[in-house]
T-cell receptor, first 112, second 113 residues
Framework: EDQVTQSPEALRLQEGESSSLNCSYT??????LFWYRQDPGKGPEFLFT???AGEEKEKERLKATLTKKESFLHITAPKPEDSATYLC?????????????FGAGTRLFVKA | KAGVTQTPRYLIKTRGQQVTLSCSPI?????VSWYQQTPGQGLQFLFE???????NKGNFPGRFSGRQFSNSRSEMNVSTLELGDSALYLC????????????FGPGTRLTVT
C-alpha cells in the first residue's frame, strides 16, 4: 500500500536558521512527488513536483530534492513568513488509478 | 487568472441530513479532485473527475458521491451525515489527470451537530 511519512511533526526555528523537512514514501511506480504549503484556514498551495530520483527544484528559500525512498525540503535562512504546514504527496502507478496520497505534514514555526 | 472557488465556505448541518458542496475549477482545467481534511487523518482523497467521468475513488463509503458538469464545475454530495463527517472539504483542479500539480480552493468547513 502506498504510504507517505513526514518528519518531524513540528519544527521550531529561529529566523535565519536553515533546516530540512523529510518525506519518506513507499509507492508502486512513482509518477510524481509533490510539495505543498498550507497556511491556517486555507487550501494547500503548490510548491514543487519531482518526477525522478536525483531531481532538484528551487524556489526562493526552498529547495526540494528526491531520492528513491525520500524527499527533502531544504529551507535556507527562513523568515517568519515561511511559517506554515508543509505537505508532501505522492502519486504512483499502483494506486488503482491516479490517487494522490498525502503525508500528515510538518508544521514549521519560524521565530523572528 | 481566477483560482479555484468553493461554495459555501462554511456549513452547519444536523446528523442525518445531506449536503451538497460546489467547486469551480481554474478556467481550462478539466480535472477536479475532492479531499477531506481532518486533524486526525490529514488530507484524504475522496474522488477525481475528468471530463465528467469519475476516474478515481478513495476509500470512503457510498454516502459520499460527486459529479462533474460539462463546464468542469463539480459538486460533492454527502448523504445521511454523521458526526465524523465534520471536516474541511477541499477541491483541487489540474490541467490533466495524472501527475499534474493541483491547485486547491479555500475549502468548505462542514460541521455536523
Amino acid at each position: 500500500e502506498d504510504q507517505v511519512t513526514q518528519s518531524p511533526e513540528a519544527l521550531r526555528l529561529q529566523e535565519g536558521e536553515s533546516s530540512s523537512l523529510n518525506c519518506s514514501y513507499t509507492v508502486s511506480g512513482l509518477r510524481g512527488l509533490f510539495w505543498y504549503r498550507q497556511d491556517p484556514g486555507k487550501g494547500p498551495e503548490f510548491l514543487f513536483t519531482l518526477y525522478s530520483a536525483g531531481e532538484e527544484k528551487e524556489k526562493e528559500r526552498l529547495k526540494a530534492t528526491l531520492t528513491k525512498k525520500e524527499s527533502f525540503l531544504h529551507i535556507t535562512a527562513p523568515k517568519p513568513e515561511d511559517s506554515a504546514t508543509y505537505l508532501c504527496a505522492v502519486q504512483g502507478t499502483g494506486t488503482g488509478g491516479f490517487k494522490t496520497i498525502f503525508g500528515a505534514g510538518t508544521r514549521l514555526f519560524v521565530k523572528a | 487568472k481566477a483560482g479555484v472557488t468553493q461554495t459555501p465556505r462554511y456549513l452547519i448541518k444536523t446528523r442525518g441530513q445531506q449536503v451538497t458542496l460546489s467547486c469551480s475549477p481554474i478556467s481550462g482545467h478539466r480535472s477536479v479532485s475532492w479531499y477531506q481534511q481532518t486533524p486526525g487523518q490529514g488530507l484524504q482523497f475522496l474522488f477525481e473527475y475528468f471530463s465528467e467521468t469519475q476516474r478515481n475513488k478513495g476509500n470512503f463509503p457510498g454516502r459520499f458521491s460527486g459529479r462533474q458538469f460539462s463546464n468542469s464545475r463539480s459538486e460533492m454530495n454527502v448523504s445521511t451525515l454523521e458526526l465524523g463527517d465534520s471536516a474541511l472539504y477541499l477541491c483541487a483542479s489540474s490541467s490533466g489527470t495524472g501527475a499534474y500539480e493541483q491547485y486547491f480552493g479555500p475549502g468548505t468547513r462542514l460541521t455536523v451537530t
